[in-house]
């Protein structure tokens, strides 16, 4: 059942539509920029740092902090910040690389791992299918996430909303790629950063002031001790599995990638890094605030929900803005992601199909309403939100994390080659698969990445010394 007035869920849809039309527009706007495949598919090196500090914020910030994240709050308190600063680690550690990664001048994470192990079909398959699970399952997640908060509103059923959401992914993904994703990210994300703080502050004087919260929540949430109230154990299994999750997340190289000026790519990491704590602000104020009105909610993920069905009308109407443009914004960003993936390292790299620059755009389009058809059955058959993004984070970052890392650290003093990526990267997903299977309370990921740094290290050590040791240019089969 729908929990607003049909004059309310009128509004939030109108308000839905206009910020989607916005957003269209601007796509075409700036989608008339994409004049190559390159830019289609990276931006074609051209974004201003402030650009980037705000599409990494914009891309980050999706269901997961809409729902989950509120839920953090509402249950853990202030340790909604813990999980925001795993991020911010691990975009403290992408900068150890960052400037190495844009004078690459490379497209999507695959281009890494054969830059430093030497190109082979093998390792660009492997590499592509681990880069492109995790955009994957946020393009499902943020569909998911979207049914969810909006069907509580609306009453509208979850498969119409998951279709919604879907055409105006596409929409804002197929004028112009990349280029078209991240100027409209920019736009969005600002609008974002405004809304949350207003709506976080409006759901703290709905609870009767920051006074009547502290009367009313246990202190050890929103006091000092609110930052570890998780538990040790918690907050270990976030530090485990989000920063290795975040360094081997190819929607954050891209922007790398695509940063204007190669001394931008460190800044731009370590600024969208601390913008993400304003998420932070936002779930933490909120799920205290609701906790304080409703401690009574047996799921915490039910919070951000909970508190539509207390705005007035005005704000729900705002509020439908913000999660429309949230979301959009992530499923978006997923979508190009992965369908760079698919024409750059499979259709280009592994099948060999001819590098005509039309061909490319009118494939990358094609790709792209094939991956958002797919995406949003099985986010209808699977609606789970979070299973997708634990799952996916897990298996790509026990591939990614040791080619990547160990693979740079290694590559100007040991001869690397694709049988040692290859080698390591089934070696990751192997151990991660394992300790899946064994049910491990350690983030399987954390095993697979020592199975895959294990046999990456042992492989290297046994090769000869090479300092000069330049990666093989051509395609081994």
Known sequence: MPTGSTAQIAGVVLASLLVIGFGVAMSVHFGRKAKTAQDWLSAGESLPLV???????????????????????????????????????????????????????????????????????????????AALVVPFGWLATQFVAFAQL?????????????????????LFVLPGGMTSVAWTDFVFGILMIVLSLGVAAYAVDLAGGWRQI???VPRQLWGWGGFTAAGGEQLWLWIAAIVPGTLTNQLYYQRVFATKKVSDARRGLAMSGLTMLIGGVYAGCIGLAVHSLNPGLTN?????????????????????????????????????????????????????????????????RTITVAVS????????????????????????AAALAAPIFLGYLLHRRRRLTP?????????????????????????????????????????????????????HAGVRS
């Open 373 to 396: 058809l797919l995406a949003a059955v099985l986010a209808i058959v699977f609606p789970k939100a979070l299973t997708w993004l634990v799952a996916t984070y897990a298996y790509s």
């Open 300 to 364: 915490e993920e039910d919070a951000a929900g909970w508190l539509l069905t207390r705005l007035p009308s005005w704000l729900v109407v705002v509020f439908g803005a913000f999660l429309v443009s949230t979301i959009v914004s992530t499923t978006g960003a997923a979508l190009q992601s992965v369908v760079a993936n698919l024409t750059r390292d499979v259709y280009h790299n592994i099948v060999g199909g001819e590098h005509d620059e039309r061909r490319t755009v009118r494939l990358s």
């Open 51 to 129: 650009v980037v500090i705000i599409t990494q914020f914009a891309t980050a910030t999706g269901g997961g902090v809409l729902i989950a994240h509120v839920g953090i709050g509402y249950r853990s308190g202030w340790s909604v910040f813990a999980y925001e600063g795993c991020v911010l680690v691990g975009f403290l550690g992408l900068m150890l690389i960052a400037k190495w990664l844009r004078q690459q001048r490379f497209t999507t994470v695959p281009d890494v791992v054969t830059r430093l192990f030497g190109r082979h079909r093998m390792v660009t398959a492997i590499a592509a299918l």
């Open 419 to 471: 049988a040692t990526a290859i080698a390591s990267m089934i070696a990751g997903v192997a151990g991660c698969a394992a300790a899946q299977l064994a049910d491990t309370t350690v983030p399987y990921a954390v095993y697979g990445i020592a199975a895959s740094a294990a046999v990456l290290l042992a492989l290297a050590m046994l090769a000869p010394a090479d300092r000069d040791q330049t990666p």
């Open 150 to 170: 909006f069907g509580r509103l609306t009453g509208m059923p979850d498969a119409a909303l998951i279709v919604v959401i879907m055409l105006a992914s596409l």
């Open 214 to 216: 502290t009367e009313t």
